[in-house]
């Protein structure tokens, strides 16, 4: 490794000799969580140049990763000039600061950077995104607490799972589940789960004592197994009918911290009809929610407080979500209430991996939600997509099993050479396993052997191949 001091006190420095020939000029603004994670996951294969103004973070980032690091103020014209800005592909802003990003994003249209992707939190600025897309030439805005909102409302649609994405539309949902003890999916071959269930749905990937699986049909379920399964909503939800732990839709819920990802999701759930009650210690915090929010009803409270919980109900409540600042109060509480409520659905938003890990793996909460890992994706998937060829280009991407398995949704072109043949017909690489067709009139398709593609379909494809950018990769 080598460095360099250059004027203005900008230190640039690089590790490594990076290729110019595949992948993109990416330059990432801010080394946070969600800076770090994008950095880890775009440097195996393209050129990524960070830029913070933090020199230390910089110089340890750099000696772990493949990038290029600038340290400087990423709004300043010559801190981007000197990162090569003028030679990028895209540029994500992602400092805590909304105006820095939006700044950022600015220079780098104004040096010439195609594509720019901002980190947005500001709700206020919700109704300006539309002018900030157009005038300031953004590609792509996110906001992270909003997103983590949006997991946070499926997961409540559908409680008996631990994590709902969806495809196309949402017309087919994937779902992770793990199977409990005395599950009657224990021992199940899954050549035999439709004549055990009748019912339409595939098991895609299976994550056992820290191995990644992509089943076969003679694969033979665990307890203890996570599972991801594909299929519509009501067929999913009759599989867990027929398993005995299916839950309704939520309809009353309890919010433990009146933060922006509160706004967001107690908006989405009033919407949909939910009852909703917000507890936080801030009376202040309480009275400004429910000027925002009057439908809510807003309880001043320390939400780690099981006789307050008791009296506010929670043995009544479909489901409680922990969403305060401090993760090791979001894990306690949670753990609090499943005790109190063993019917009701826990959500806790935890952002520490070694937390998410640890609680994971100890099965001590019903679901996790990250705002910096919903972020990250959301980033990822447009990387990729960009990557992607015009006509089968990647619609949706979703990681699985911290990232060792992805679910990607392809859109397929007018004249795919593979389509009409039956997929029997056709050698699919290893490690890859087509989930599910949404055909171009919605119908849904759990592929079988003698099942064909057709022009626009909507392809699901779970593999450990992380790289696929168009539906022709995953053809030997």
């Known amino acids: 490794m080598t460095s360099r001091r250059i004027k203005n006190h ?33 440097s195996g294969e393209n050129q990524v140049t960070i830029i913070d103004e933090d020199a230390q973070l910089i110089e340890n980032v750099i000696n772990i990763y493949d990038v290029m690091g600038v340290c400087g103020n990423g709004a300043s014209y010559e801190v981007q000039l000197e990162a090569e800005g003028g030679r990028a592909d895209l540029l994500i802003a992602t400092t805590s600061s909304d105006e820095i990003n939006i700044l950022a994003c600015l220079v780098a249209k104004k040096m010439g950077v195609p594509h720019t992707i901002a980190r947005i939190r500001n709700p206020e600025y919700e109704k300006q995104l539309r002018f900030m897309r157009e005038e300031l030439g953004l590609s792509m805005s996110i906001n992270p607490e909003k997103a983590a909102a949006r997991e946070i409302a499926r997961v409540l649609r559908f409680p008996a799972a631990m994590k709902v994405e969806t495809f196309s539309k949402g017309r087919l949902e994937l779902v992770e589940y793990r199977v409990p003890e005395n599950s009657a999916l224990n021992g199940v071959q ?49 599989f867990f009918r027929h398993l005995g732990v299916f839950r309704n839709r939520a309809s009353t819920v309890m919010i433990v911290g009146a933060s922006k990802i509160c706004y967001y999701l107690a908006s989405e759930l009033l919407e949909m009809g939910m009852d909703v009650k917000i507890i936080d210690q801030s009376e202040s915090r309480c009275i400004n929610m429910g000027e925002r929010l009057p439908k809510a009803l807003l309880i001043v409270g320390d939400g780690t407080d099981t006789e307050l919980l008791r009296e506010e109900g929670i043995d009544q409540t479909d489901a409680f979500v922990a969403i305060t600042g401090i993760d090791e109060a979001n894990i306690l509480m949670a753990m609090s209430a499943s005790k109190q409520a063993e019917k009701c659905k826990v959500v806790a938003k935890i952002n ?53 398995v992805e679910a990607l949704e392809f859109g397929v072109g007018p ?62």
């Not at 098991?203 to 990644?212: D, H, M, P, Q």
């Not at 070694?354 to 990822?380: F, K, P, Q, R, W």
């Open 352 to 404: 520490r991996k070694s937390l998410v890990d640890l609680v994971s793996g100890a099965h001590m909460i019903d679901s996790v939600v990250s705002a910096a890992s919903v972020t990250t994706e959301l980033i990822v998937q447009y990387v990729r997509a960009m990557q992607s060829a015009a006509g089968d280009h990647i619609k949706t991407l979703h990681r699985l099993v911290d990232g060792a």
């Open 10 to 42: 900008f230190t640039a420095a690089r590790m490594g000799a990076v290729s110019l020939e595949d992948g993109m000029r990416i330059i990432v603004v801010g080394v946070g969580k969600v800076g770090l994670e994008l950095t880890r996951q775009l």
């Open 190 to 238: 899954l050549l035999n789960l439709y004549k055990s269930l009748r019912v339409r749905v595939l098991i895609c990937a299976v994550s056992r004592k820290g191995e990644t699986i992509i089943p076969s049909g003679d694969f033979v379920l665990q307890a203890g197994d996570k599972i991801y399964l594909t299929s519509s909503s009501d067929q999913l939800a009759q």
């Open 415 to 476: 004249n795919p050479p593979f389509g009409g043949i039956p997929l029997k017909d056709l050698q699919l690489k290893s490690g890859i396993l087509l989930a599910g067709i949404v055909r171009q009139s919605g119908k849904i398709v759990i592929p079988s052997g003698a099942d064909v593609l057709h022009p626009f379909d909507d392809v699901i494809v779970v593999t450990t191949r992380t790289s696929l950018q168009k539906i022709g990769d995953i053809f030997q």
